[in-house]
C-alpha cells in the first residue's frame, strides 16, 4: 500500500502563486500515474492533472497554461506548481496514485490517495 502526505497548501491572494507536493512511501511509485485531483465545498470531487511514470501529463482545460505538475523519481514526490490563482481554484487538493489505464487517469478511481491540503484563494 502507498501512502501519500500533501503538503503546501494555504491562502493566497487572487493571482498568486502555491507550490503543493506530495511525498508518497510505502513502495516504489516511479512506475505509478500520478495525479492531483480537488474538492470544492459541495462539489464532486474533480480532476487537475495527472503524470505518467515517463513525463507525460495531462491537465483539465481551466487551469491549462497556470498549472504545472511535474515528479522526482528520486524522492518519491510528486509537485503541483499553481500560477495565476483565481478563487474558484480554491478547495481540498488530493494526492492519488495507482497503476491505472493514462485513459482513465483523469476518474477518481487510483488506489491510494492522501489526506487533501486546503487552498484557498482570495478576491
Known amino acids: 500500500q502507498v501512502q501519500l502526505v500533501e503538503s503546501g497548501g494555504g491562502l493566497v491572494q487572487a493571482g498568486g502563486s502555491l507550490r503543493l507536493s506530495c511525498a508518497a512511501s510505502?513502495?516504489?511509485?516511479?512506475?505509478?500515474?500520478m495525479a492531483w485531483f480537488r474538492q470544492a465545498p459541495g462539489k464532486e470531487r474533480e480532476f487537475v492533472a495527472a503524470i505518467k511514470s515517463g513525463g507525460t501529463t495531462n491537465y483539465r482545460d481551466s487551469v491549462k497554461g497556470r498549472f504545472t505538475i511535474s515528479r522526482d523519481n528520486a524522492k518519491s514526490t510528486v509537485y503541483l506548481q499553481m500560477n495565476s490563482l483565481k478563487p474558484e481554484d480554491t478547495a481540498v487538493y488530493y494526492c492519488?496514485?495507482?497503476?491505472?489505464?493514462?485513459?482513465?487517469?483523469?476518474?477518481?478511481?487510483?488506489?491510494?490517495w492522501g489526506q487533501g491540503t486546503q487552498v484557498t484563494v482570495s478576491s
Open positions: 492519488a496514485a495507482g497503476l491505472i489505464a493514462w485513459t482513465v487517469a483523469d476518474r477518481p478511481s487510483f488506489a491510494s
Open positions: 510505502g513502495r516504489t511509485v516511479s512506475s505509478y500515474t
